[in-house]
C-alpha cells in the first residue's frame, strides 16, 4: 500500500483522450471520392489556397472527386497564416450555401480555415467572437452538430488533420488566438506522403519545427493532474489538458522520429522515406499536443508572427510580410526550455538525450543548458535565421512581444514554470540572437 | 534515393489507423450523468452483467444517472463469453424498447454484448448473421447509424472499449466468431482504475493475460503491406489491417507496463497503481491490435474456450463451464511465438528482451525458443494452468480443436507464417503441457 497515496493522488483528476481517424498511406488521396459517396455528400466544400490550387495535392483530389461524380466548390482563397478576416471571408463562402461535408487540402492554415467554415455556416446565428478562445473571445462550448470533414495535409508540421484546434491572426491586437473544441476535430485525416514531396525546403523546415516543438512542449507541460481549473461538466474541460500518460507515448515517439529523419527531410526533397516518416511524426506529434497542449513556445509565438513588419519568408509563395508558424515558434526553443527545465530535469534531459545529446554525466542542474544547447545546435544545423534579430526584431520590441503573449493564457498556463512579464520578457530577449 | 524503391514499396498498400475517445481517472465514472445529459439522452439501455450488477462499478453508474435525472432501463442478463442465443436475448431487450444511447459497464461480454445490442436494434431489419465475420456469417458492411455508446470497462484486459470488435460464442459451431466494424467502436470509454480493485486475483491474471497476447500478436502480426485483399473502396476495408508504423507504438508501449506492472497487479488487489497501469495497458494494447489485429493464438483460442466441457473457472461467479478468455489466449502463446519467431525474428526478440530476457548474445535464429522460454516462466511465475491438458483436453480432442480454428481465418490470416491444418495440430500438441 505503500504507492497508494502518490498513486491517488496521480489519478485525482480528470484526463479524456481523444484522437482522429487517420488513413496513410502513399496514394491515399485517390480514394477521398469513394469517402465522400460512402458518406453520401451530395455537395462538397472543397477547401485550399491558391498556391496549392495548381499543384499536385489538389489536382488528385479534384481527380477522384470527378472520377467518382462528386459535386464540389472550391474556394481556393485560403491566407496563409489566416486572419479573422480571411476565415470571415471562408465562412461567408460555406454560409452561402448548403454543404454536406467539407474538405481541406493544405497545411495548417487551410485545414483550420476549413475547421472554422464548417462551424459558423452549422451555427449562422453565432457571432464570430463566441467560439474563439477567452479573454479574447467568449469560448462558448460548442453543442450543436457539425459536417464531415476531411481533413488532407500537404505539410508536415501542423497535426491540424488530429486536432481540435484553428489558429487565426486576430488583427485588431495583433495576435493569434484561435477555437479549440473536440468538436471541430476533422472527421477523417489522409495523410499522404507524397504530398510532401512538393514542399520547399524551407517550408519542409519550419514545420518540422512546429512538429519538434509540439512534441517537446507537450512533453514537458504541465502534468493533467495539476491542471486548473477542473470544470465539473466533462464537456466544458478544456482540450488541453496537460501532459498525460497517453499524450506523453506519442510526443516522445515524435521526438525520436524528429531526431532520425527531420535533418535528411529538409535536404533531400527526394528522400520520401524521410519526408514520409516526417508527416507520420507530425499526426503522432498533433495527437500528443492535441490532447496534452502546447506552453510557452506557441503562446510566444503569436506576437511574434501577429507583429511581423518585414519579413518575407523564403519558399513561400504569398505576397504579405511573414513569419511562418513553425520558424516563430522554434526561435524561443532554447530560451524556453532552459527555462523550463527545473520543473521536470528528467524529460528536459530525455529530450536531449533523444535529439543527440550525450546526457549520462548530466545532472539535473544541467538539463536546461544542455537542451538548450542541442537545440541550438540542431536549428544552426538546419540554417535557421539567428534568432528574433534576424526577423527585424530588437530590444524595443520587446513589451509589444510581451503583451501579445498575455493573451495566451489558454496555452501559456499549461507552462510547467509560472511565470510573470519580466520572465517573457527576459525569454523574449534571450532569443534575439541565437548563435 | 537509394532508399526510395524500399519506402514506395513499404507505402504502397493503404493504412487507416482509428482510434476511440478515452476519459481515464479514478473517479470518472461518476460524471456519466453528466455525458449522458449532454447527449441529451431521454432513454438510456444500461447492460451489465448480474454479478456486475450487485457491485461498486455499477452502483457507481446509477447513483449517476440518478443523480443528473438520466431514465435508463437495466438489462443484467449478459452472459460470461457471450453466446449468439445471449447475444440474441440483449438485441430483443434493445429492440423491444427506443433506446438513444447504449451504456455498457463490465468487461469485454459485457461491451461487445452491448455493441451487439446497438447495431441489431439499429438494423431492425437485419438477420443474426448479416453482420456476423464471414465464414460463418455473410460479414456485411455497416452503412447505417448507431447510438452512441459509452463503454466502462471493469476489467483490465478486454480493450473492447476502444475497439469495433463483439465476439461470441456461435454454439451451432461450437467456435468462437464476432463482428468487425469500425462502425460499432464505442463513443466514448470511461477508464476508471476504481473498478478493477473489485477483480479477483484470477480474473486480474487472466484479462492481463489478454492484454499481453493483444500486445505481442498485433506486433508480430503480418505488416500491413503485406496483407490481401485490398478492397478499393475504404469502407470495405477489414478493421485488422497488420502491424503498421502507429499500432506498432501502441502494442510496444502496453507489453512495457506488462512487463513492468503485471505481476504486482496480479499479486495485490490493493495495489493502485499497478493495476491502474494495467488499466490503460489495456487500453494501448486494444487500440493497438484493434487496428493491427491479433493472429494465431486467438485464432486458436476460439476453440478452446468453446469446446469447454467441465472447466470451471476460479474467481469467475458463473454456473457454466468457462475457460475465461486471456486464459484460452495465453496457453499456446509459448507455441505460436517460437512458430512465428522465423518471420520477424527481431521483433520476437525485443518481445522477450522487454520482458525480461536478456537477449545481448542472441541470435536471430533464437528469437522464437527464447520468447517461448520467457512466457513460460511468465506463466509459472502466475501461478497458470499447465496447458490445455489442465483444462481437461487431452490429444484425441486436437482434430476438433483444429476444426475450431478453420473458421477463425480473419484473425489467423494475420499470422506472419502461413500454416497448414498440420501446423495447427502441432501447436495445439505442443501446448498440452507447458512446464
Known amino acids: 500500500m505503500a504507492g497508494r497515496d502518490r498513486v491517488v493522488s496521480l489519478l485525482r483528476q480528470l484526463e479524456r483522450m481523444a484522437s482522429s481517424n487517420i488513413r496513410y498511406g502513399e496514394g491515399v488521396s485517390r480514394e477521398i471520392g469513394m469517402d465522400l459517396q460512402n458518406l453520401r455528400a451530395q455537395n462538397v466544400c472543397l477547401m485550399t489556397d491558391r498556391n496549392l490550387s495548381r499543384l499536385s495535392p489538389v489536382k488528385v483530389v479534384l481527380e477522384s472527386l470527378t472520377k467518382n461524380g462528386v459535386k464540389y466548390k472550391l474556394f481556393d482563397n485560403v491566407r496563409v497564416e489566416p486572419t479573422d478576416t480571411s476565415f470571415k471571408e471562408a465562412i461567408l463562402f460555406a454560409k452561402n450555401d448548403s454543404f454536406d461535408v467539407f474538405v481541406a487540402v493544405g497545411g495548417g492554415s487551410v485545414i483550420d480555415t476549413c475547421k472554422a467554415a464548417n462551424l459558423y455556416s452549422c451555427h449562422p446565428e453565432a457571432d464570430f467572437l463566441d467560439f474563439v478562445n477567452a479573454p479574447i473571445g467568449k469560448g462558448k462550448p460548442i453543442t450543436g452538430a457539425l459536417k464531415p470533414l476531411i481533413a488532407v495535409p500537404t505539410t508536415a508540421g501542423t497535426g491540424s488533420e488530429t486536432t481540435g484546434v484553428a489558429i487565426f491572426d486576430y488583427t485588431p491586437l495583433k495576435a493569434k488566438t484561435g477555437i479549440a ?202 540554417q535557421v535565421e539567428d534568432g528574433l534579430g534576424a526577423l527585424g526584431y530588437s530590444l524595443d520590441d520587446i513589451p509589444a512581444l510581451v503583451k501579445g503573449t498575455i493573451p495566451q493564457e489558454r496555452v501559456t498556463k499549461l507552462s510547467p514554470r509560472g511565470h510573470t512579464e519580466e520572465d517573457l520578457s527576459q525569454l523574449f530577449q534571450a532569443s534575439m540572437k541565437l548563435y
Open 181 to 382: 473544441s473536440r468538436a471541430i476535430r476533422p472527421t477523417l485525416g489522409i495523410v499522404d506522403p507524397m504530398h510532401t514531396l512538393s514542399m520547399p525546403e524551407r517550408v519542409t523546415a519550419n514545420s518540422g519545427f512546429d512538429v519538434l516543438c509540439h512534441a517537446l512542449e507537450s512533453y514537458t507541460a504541465l502534468p493533467y493532474n495539476q491542471r486548473s481549473p477542473c470544470p465539473p461538466n466533462p464537456i466544458n474541460r478544456p482540450a488541453y489538458q496537460g501532459s498525460n500518460p497517453i499524450s506523453d507515448v506519442w510526443s516522445r515517439h515524435a521526438l525520436h522520429v524528429v531526431a532520425k529523419y527531420m535533418k535528411r527531410a529538409v535536404r533531400d526533397p527526394e528522400d520520401l522515406e524521410a519526408r514520409s516518416s516526417m508527416h507520420l511524426a507530425s499526426v503522432f506529434a498533433g495527437i500528443g499536443f492535441g490532447n496534452a497542449g502546447v506552453h510557452l513556445c506557441h503562446g510566444m509565438s503569436y506576437p511574434i508572427a501577429g507583429n511581423v513588419k518585414t519579413h518575407s519568408a523564403k519558399g513561400y509563395s504569398v505576397e504579405h510580410p511573414l513569419v511562418p508558424h513553425g520558424l516563430s515558434v522554434v526561435l524561443t526553443s532554447p530560451a524556453v526550455f532552459n527555462f523550463t527545465a527545473p520543473m521536470c530535469p528528467e524529460r528536459h534531459l530525455e529530450a536531449a538525450h533523444i535529439l543527440g545529446a550525450d546526457v549520462r554525466q548530466l545532472k539535473r542542474d544541467d538539463a536546461g543548458a544542455v537542451l538548450a544547447d542541442t537545440l541550438r545546435q540542431f536549428l544552426f544545423d538546419l
